[in-house]
């Protein structure tokens, strides 16, 4: 009785890559190498075969690495100025900006109960410095600190405060940093907005025009008073750069 041959099922041959499969793989690393190599070039402007010893990738001062971060950064607040300004009701900027209710006293009344025993000379201006507002800072809230640390009263009559983007600093003498910060928000506001130097009080005031109508008659505003004082036309002053990184309604 012949014996029964077994049967074994042939696997089919692997098959190789083709021509095409390589051409694609070689292509798409080829890109990959491209877009490294260009934006090594583009970000640092240095040629890639400029390398540093004992590596393949080229050196990147520390002054072209701020030089880059400074241009993202202004890139960045390029963008948001416009999208806040297309979209000023609905843009994330509004989170920036807190509601404040103000006192059931009138700000005349504010400044009635406030007495020192080292007032003020009419034109104090204090000493100059570097006054640095840092992110999530409130304006409100660091003025507040800086006129602590000199034993200033200060008060901030209007109703909105605000949160600092990112850090900024002042270099001026306090009433002059407040000075800026008054006319800085002014533009978010229907009445001018002023700073205010309140001297037997020994306070430095933020105000509207209306609400300054109640301040003693020995209370100036800053801004008027430096104008005053220099050469410099009025309308210069009023045509100063505001200060960045403050929500602003355009």
Excluded at 118 to 146: A, C, H, Y
Excluded at 169 to 197: C, E, K, P, S, W
Aim: charged share 20%.
């Amino acid at each position: 009785m012949p014996r029964s041959r077994s049967t074994k099922r042939q696997q089919p041959p692997k098959k190789a890559l083709n021509g095409t499969h390589w051409f694609l793989i070689l292509f798409i690393v080829l890109i990959g190498g491209l877009l490294l190599f260009f934006r090594e070039q583009l970000f640092t402007g240095y040629n890639t075969g400029n390398t540093v010893t004992g590596s393949g990738f080229a050196k990147r001062s520390a002054f072209q690495q701020t030089s880059i971060d400074n241009m993202q950064n202004n890139i960045s607040r390029f963008f948001a100025g416009i999208t806040s300004s297309l979209f000023p009701g609905d843009h994330e900027d509004s989170i920036y900006v807190i509601e404040l209710t103000r006192s059931n006293k009138s700000l005349g009344q504010v400044l009635a109960n406030l007495t020192s025993d080292n007032p003020l000379v009419g034109d104090w201006r204090g000493e100059r410095d570097q006054f640095w507002f840092m992110e999530n800072d409130t304006v409100k809230q660091r003025l507040e600190s800086i006129a602590r640390q000199r034993d200033i009263n200060f008060i901030w009559w209007l109703d909105r405060d605000y949160v600092v983007k990112s850090a900024f600093q002042i270099d001026d003498t306090f009433t002059g940093a407040i000075d800026r910060v008054a006319r800085t928000v002014n533009h978010d506001f229907m009445d001018n907005i002023n700073a205010y130097l309140c001297s037997t009080q020994r306070a430095l005031v933020i105000s509207d025009e209306q609400a300054a109508e109640q301040l003693p008659s020995n209370c100036y505003a800053v801004g008027q008073a430096a104008n005053a004082n220099t050469d410099t036309d009025v309308d210069e002053q009023t045509d100063e750069q505001p200060l960045p990184n403050l929500r602003q309604q355009q």
